[in-house]
């Protein structure tokens, strides 16, 4: 079975600080990650995702975030929050592209 | 192309009334999903079709639930004799086919809100 796990359902950071929304993920087999962000009254859009090429995976708007086996561990950095990073994120896994389970999700609130 | 499209995007409703939300995905995706969110909650899976096939149900779809897809293209999913506790954000996320052995992500729409009252 998969799953994700997102601990901290709400972080806050000062605009410029460090970002960092941890996700671990249970897979028994290869798993395929995404980072999804939903802004408010709008739908989820894809942030980035691991499909077992580099483990250290660029996404938009600054994020990124480093697929770690040993740890079993897929965590959403950012150097430097922005004011309009203010979002619920949901870390995902997949096996094949077939079914995709969600976390609970992390609220990322930035205080200027 | 606009991207998924969902309707209607809010619903209020009676316990007891049937309601059916209708999921329009980008054109040349063939799978379609339903998820379902709470507040606080993540998106949580329902059911997906390949083409026009229903491959996987969720064992929370209780048989009040039902998903179509007919010809593979728009999908629609009622909800019959509602509950309160069908209030939820109805999500729908369409993928394209995969090339290889790599995996497409899930484009989503907008979701419908459900309120039963």
């Known amino acids: 079975a998969q799953s994700v796990t997102q601990l901290g359902s709400h972080v806050s950071v000062s605009e410029g600080a460090l970002v960092l929304l941890r996700c671990n993920y249970s897979?028994?087999?290869?798993?395929?990650l995404f980072w999804y962000v939903q802004y408010p009254n709008q739908g989820l859009q894809l942030l980035l995702k691991y499909t077992s090429a580099a483990t250290l995976v660029k996404g938009i708007n600054g994020f990124e975030a480093e697929f770690k086996k040993s740890e079993t561990s897929f965590h959403l950095t950012k150097p430097s929050a922005h004011m309009s990073d203010a979002a619920e994120y949901f870390c995902?896994?997949?096996?094949?592209?077939?079914?995709?389970?969600f976390g609970t999700g992390t609220s990322l609130t930035v205080i200027p | 192309d606009t991207g998924v499209s969902q309707n209607p995007r809010h619903k209020i409703t009676k316990r007891g009334q049937n309601v059916t939300f209708r999921c329009d995905p980008i054109s040349e995706h063939n799978r379609l999903y339903w998820y379902r969110q709470t507040l606080g909650q993540g998106p949580e899976f329902l059911t997906y079709?390949?083409?026009?096939?229903?491959?996987?149900k969720s064992r929370l779809l209780s048989d009040r639930f039902s998903a179509e897809r007919p010809k593979g293209s728009f999908s629609t999913l009622e909800i019959q004799r509602t509950e309160q506790g069908d209030s939820a954000m109805y999500l729908c996320?369409?993928?394209?086919?995969?090339?290889?052995?790599?995996?497409?992500?899930?484009?989503f729409g907008e979701g419908s809100r459900l309120t039963v009252l």
């Open positions: 996320a369409s993928s394209p086919p995969r090339a290889g052995v790599g995996t497409g992500e899930l484009f």
């Open positions: 995902a896994v997949s096996v094949a592209g077939n079914q995709f389970y």
């Open positions: 897979s028994s087999v290869p798993p395929y």
């Open positions: 079709f390949q083409n026009e096939a229903q491959l996987e």
